[in-house]
């Protein structure tokens, strides 16, 4: 398993350097080693992306994440296939009424299946939180075993 995070920031975040794009990795600096690929943060600050295109598809995807007009995405339509496709895609999205009910009532539907999981996880800890308060269990810990502050098991000590 890789974790990948990706950081897109529509204002400076690395202010010691002018460059849009920077990989952070685990790295023994005294003896230039680096630990391993499989843990990296990309940070892309698109405040800092150069107004003429640096001949990477990259600058093309920023570019795209930034375009207000329908003019931007043309342009960047016509630099790269690779986003062409994606602008076309949205284009098609954005035009047809229906299409972007069906995309919007998806959406909405997957955000509230969301909300629902994470309402039932919500939902055990404080019933596991519940069980190990009937037995005595010090708040430290089962604010440990659960996950749930201080304040929202003392909340349920004070409930019963």
């Given amino acids: 398993m890789c974790l990948l995070p990706i950081i897109i920031t529509d204002y400076p975040l690395i202010t010691e350097s002018d460059k849009y794009h920077h990989r952070f990795v685990l790295y023994d600096h005294e003896n230039g080693v680096e630990f391993t690929?499989?843990?990296?943060v990309n940070?892309?600050?698109?405040?800092?992306?150069?107004?003429?295109?640096?001949?990477?598809?990259?600058?093309?995807?920023?570019?795209?994440?930034?375009?207000?007009?329908?003019?931007?995405?043309?342009?960047?339509?016509?630099?790269s296939p690779q986003v062409k496709k994606t602008v076309v895609r949205l284009m098609e999205l954005s035009s047809d009424e229906r299409t972007r009910l069906l995309y919007e009532s998806r959406q909405k539907m997957e955000?509230?299946?969301?909300?629902?999981?994470?309402?039932a996880r919500n939902e055990e800890k404080f019933s596991f939180a519940k069980k190990?308060?009937?037995?005595?269990?010090?708040?430290?810990?089962?604010?440990?075993?659960?996950g749930l502050t201080y304040e929202e098991v003392a909340e349920l000590q004070t409930a019963d």
Avoid at 132 to 146: G, H, W
């Fill in 132 to 146: 190990l308060l009937q037995r005595n269990r010090p708040i430290d810990e089962i604010v440990e075993d659960t």
């Fill in 43 to 79: 940070t892309l600050e698109l405040t800092k992306l150069p107004e003429t295109e640096d001949g990477t598809e990259l600058w093309n995807w920023l570019k795209f994440l930034s375009a207000e007009r329908r003019e931007d995405l043309e342009m960047i339509a016509a630099r």
């Fill in 111 to 119: 955000w509230d299946n969301q909300a629902r999981k994470h309402e």
């Fill in 37 to 40: 690929d499989i843990i990296e």
